[in-house]
């Protein structure tokens, strides 16, 4: 699982390194997350293709997966793009979860699902959750993955410990700054409340200072622009039992390219 790519520095690490990574870690199945792809702010369906030619099999979104607007249809035609599940079905394209292949034939649920606090007044993820697992419960396979895009490690956290034992792993993403807490929880799902960014790593979360700096200096509206110079590779590795669903380890990756 793959943190919040940003920009075209984002999609060149992918493009360039993770091909090999799959190679070198055996790695049967990726999920990344790619609502910042485009010039930093929302995704484009050439940028997503871009992602699915490298390697990756499902991109989750967040709150900016609806900042460019022609990716709405594409969002209702393309079931690998995910958006969160709990915006709901009212006049809201695309899906927020979906059952795929991993390389090895095992199959797996992708949950994408967004926090509430600090962020958009939608359908409250742990209720949609249970909903989602109940009407799943004989029909889904055991490996889950779910990415929680959230702004609070508080409300991740929670997050992760309501779902324990009932999907392999909780990862959060949106805050672009990876956590030290991944682990395994009691009852076998894999959690970690940040996964961190792909980016520039000399900026303010992805975004040049230039342009992020004023907004806390002087309180004056800027327009962000994605940062420059060497990347950091964000992601997790997670093994999971295919199957009882258990996770057996999470390991952190992080690797920094030369732009």
């Given at each position: ?32 997350n790619?609502?910042?792809l ?18 990756v ?20 035609r ?15 394209p695309?899906?927020g979860?979906?059952?795929f ?28 959750l249970?909903?989602l697992?109940?009407?799943?419960a ?14 609070l490690t ?16 909780v990862?959060?993403t ?16 894999a ?24 907004r806390?200096?002087n309180g004056?509206p800027?327009?962000f ?9 964000n992601?997790?590795q ?8 258990g ?7 992080s ?5």
């Open positions: 699982m793959i943190g919040d790519l940003i920009g075209k520095p984002g999609r060149l690490a992918a493009e360039r390194h993770l091909p090999q990574l799959r190679d070198e870690r055996a790695i049967d199945f990726v999920v990344a790619g609502e910042n485009a010039g930093g702010m929302g995704l484009t369906v050439s940028t997503a293709h871009a992602l699915f030619d490298c390697g099999d499902v991109i989750t979104s967040g709150n900016h997966i609806w900042d460019k607007r022609e990716i709405y249809p594409e969002l209702e393309e079931e690998r793009i995910l958006r969160p599940v709990n915006y709901g079905d009212l006049d809201v695309g899906r979860f979906g059952v292949h991993a390389m090895d034939g095992t199959e797996v649920v992708v949950v994408n699902a967004q926090g509430r606090t600090y962020m958009q007044p939608i359908e409250n993820p742990f209720t949609t249970d909903r697992l109940e009407d799943g004989d029909e889904w396979p055991a490996v889950r993955l779910v990415d929680f895009h959230c702004e508080s409300e991740k956290t929670a997050f992760g410990v309501y779902l324990d034992g009932r999907v392999s792993a990862c959060g949106h805050t672009h700054v990876p956590t030290a807490d991944e682990r395994i929880m009691p009852h076998g799902t959690f970690a409340c940040d996964i961190g960014m792909t980016g520039p790593v000399d900026s303010v979360i992805g975004f040049a200072p230039a342009t992020v700096l004023p806390f200096i004056l800027t327009r622009e994605v940062g420059s110079g060497p990347v950091i590779f992601a997790v997670i093994d999971i039992d295919t199957t009882t669903g996770a057996r380890t999470i390991q952190r990756i690797r920094l390219f030369e732009a």
